[in-house]
């Protein structure tokens, strides 16, 4: 009975909440997701898609800060396999993603040569407040 009551309750409240002037949290129109992980002696290169057909990319460092992608230095080969969907081959022709991380003065090139598949499900994790959480 009291849960019946809650959901009457609840139900009736919804409208308050949820009139025209509700807004969505940031992301939520276009989220992204891991597509793929690849290791790189500098870091973790994730590659990620949002649902409106973009692909991002970002470097992890062993700090745990994130460095942007600040381009491509290489053939189109390159940039065709970055915007590709998961599973793409690697180029074979050299070329290297450039990316920028606030705390360092000079760019962080990552060959893409040197990549190696890695494990969506292990770098699933951040550190939060100094704390290590794995999800």
């Known amino acids: 009975m009291r849960n019946g009551l809650a959901w009457i309750l ?7 909440w949820a009139g025209e002037g ?19 002696p500098q870091g973790e290169v994730q590659l990620l898609s ?3 057909g973009g692909r991002f990319a970002f470097l992890r460092l062993a700090s745990g800060e994130l460095a942007d992608l600040a381009g491509v ?3 189109a080969a390159c940039r065709e396999w970055l915007l ?3 599973g793409a081959v690697l180029p ?6 450039v990316f920028h991380a606030t705390g360092e003065n ?3 090139r990552v060959s893409v040569g040197s990549l190696v598949k890695g494990n969506i499900f292990s770098s699933a994790r951040s ?9």
């Open 22 to 40: 509700r807004s969505l949290p940031r992301g939520e129109n276009s989220p992204l997701f891991l597509d793929e992980v690849w290791e790189a």
């Open 84 to 86: 590709s969907s998961a």
């Open 106 to 108: 000079a760019p962080i």
């Open 127 to 135: 550190t939060i407040r100094g704390r290590h959480e794995s999800l």
């Open 92 to 97: 074979e022709e050299p070329c290297s993603l």
């Open 73 to 75: 230095d290489g053939s």
């Open 10 to 16: 609840l139900a009736s409240a919804v409208p308050a």
């Open 50 to 52: 949002g649902t409106d």
